[in-house]
């Protein structure tokens, strides 16, 4: 082994800390793999005095990342710290020194990655970021290079652990929103800023990395529908599963064509998922993902999302990926985004869905309901008028395949009756019976 290459991690918290303990546990085999020796020669952190788990043996612990960007030896910049301002810079100042970055960090991609990877491509260097979408996964590489040769026509799943620990615990224990949100924040799962994890913000910024490396074309986080999960109350969850269904948030991309033109349908929100579907055994802090393409067809993908362990299993994949290209010239990996394709606004959506109306229970107030949906083309599948509550009675209906500005203009007009006194309301999209198709393979499993 003659190659030796320099590395330098930005930030040591829980994704640091994995990534040092795994070079440490598995040095052996990552050093053969990549085909190099791998020399940690910096782990940069804002206060070096902080106790840590992590060994560093030789690693020089600095506060100095100019220290890392003026050592010629040092090839690879992991940026493990997060954020979107100081790690804008870093990775910014790393492709300047002429080094290659690895980064975990979904959101400065999906918000300014435009920019550095039009800097890497200039500089000829690549960045790597299989750790920024689902943890432990290997969707990134899936997409890039395993259906390199097909065409991606979906993609979608359970993209953030949080909110899927959280559904499962209300979902199978009948907790409320809060106390599991509790457990979720106590098990260190969720971010930082919860409302990025419950409101949906970091599965739609994943979902815009993956459908713009599924579909070629920049996909912007701002343009994916979100709609997360704080709203949810138990007795939806539970409802839903005597009509035979789960709740998960699900990110979702496919292409459709409107018009005779081909556009994206990408959006994240709570979904209806059939009881025997595979996402529906995705349960707790785990993460899955389908991917439907023209010849391979359906595929699924599934493993731990979030935590140390998972996430510095990616990193290490991409350093190793880099070191083996090390001496061939590593071409410049800009996400190929040689396409612009429009997205579909969410009002022209078509699909099943969930209503629960909690209505005066009085005669004439299921006719006045229904007689909403009717006038929008709204065809009416199930309904069902659970037990009384005080004054007012859920009413849970299920549509048939229908358009969201139709149901969203019924729902509105039937919210005015005054018959019914529609108090809360809940309206949730039932998983698209075209997009039911089991997939044929299994790709990770954590
Ligand atoms: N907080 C994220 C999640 C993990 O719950 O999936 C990092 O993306």
Redesign the pocket.
């Known amino acids: 082994m003659q190659k030796k290459i320099g590395i330098g991690i930005v930030g040591c918290g829980v994704v640091g800390g994995g990534v040092v303990e795994l070079l440490r546990r598995h040095r052996g085999s990552i050093e053969e793999q990549a085909d190099a020796a791998l020399e940690l020669r910096y782990v940069v952190v804002r206060d070096t005095n902080k106790a840590r788990q992590v060994a560093l043996d030789d690693t020089t612990l600095t506060a100095d990342f100019a220290q890392v960007l003026r050592d010629p030896q040092v090839s690879i910049v992991v940026e493990l710290m997060g954020g979107t301002d100081v790690a804008h810079s870093v990775v910014r100042e790393a492709l300047l020194a002429g080094k290659h970055v690895v980064t975990a960090n979904?959101a400065l991609l999906a918000e300014r990655g435009e920019g550095l990877f039009a800097l890497a491509e200039r500089m000829g260097l690549t960045i790597a970021f299989e750790a920024s979408v689902c943890?432990g996964i290997p969707i990134i590489r899936t997409l890039c290079e395993g259906m390199s040769g097909d065409r991606v026509r979906s993609v979608r799943g359970i993209l953030?652990?949080?909110t899927n620990f959280i559904l499962s615990r209300m979902s199978e224990d009948g907790m409320d929103y809060a106390q599991a949100l509790a457990i979720a924040q106590r098990r260190g799962?969720?971010?930082g800023t919860p409302t990025l994890?419950v409101d949906g913000h970091?599965a739609a910024q994943k979902l815009a990395i993956l459908a713009s490396l599924a579909f070629r074309s920049r996909v912007p986080c701002e343009a994916v529908f979100r709609q997360g999960i704080a709203e949810l109350r138990p007795l939806d969850l539970r409802f839903a599963r005597e009509l035979g269904y789960v709740v998960k948030l699900l990110g979702q991309a496919r292409l459709v064509e409107r018009a005779s033109e081909t556009c994206i349908d990408a959006r994240v929100h709570p979904v209806l998922v059939k009881r025997d579907h595979l996402l529906a055994a995705v349960r707790d802090e785990y993460n899955a993902v389908l991917v439907d393409a023209d010849f391979v067809g359906p595929t699924a993908y599934q493993g731990r999302?979030?935590g140390a362990h998972p996430t510095a299993s990616a990193v290490m994949a991409d350093i190793v990926a880099l070191a083996r290209r090390m001496d061939t010239c590593p071409r410049a990996a800009r996400p190929p985004c040689s396409r612009t394709i429009p997205l579909v606004a969410m009002d022209q959506i078509e699909g099943r869905y969930y209503l629960r109306l909690d209505v005066a229970d009085r005669p004439g107030v299921l006719h006045a309901i229904a007689g909403h949906f009717g006038r929008h083309g709204v065809g009416i599948a199930t309904v069902t008028q659970k037990k009384p509550g005080d004054a007012h009675v859920p009413l849970v209906i299920t549509t048939h395949q229908a358009r969201e500005r139709d149901v969203q203009a019924a729902l509105s007009l039937a919210k005015q009756s005054t018959l019914a006194d529609v108090g809360d309301t809940c309206l949730l999209r039932i998983m698209d019976d075209d997009q039911d198709d089991e997939p044929t393979t299994l790709g990770a499993v954590a």
């Open positions: 979904k943890g953030n652990a949080t799962l969720a971010e994890d970091d999302g979030a």
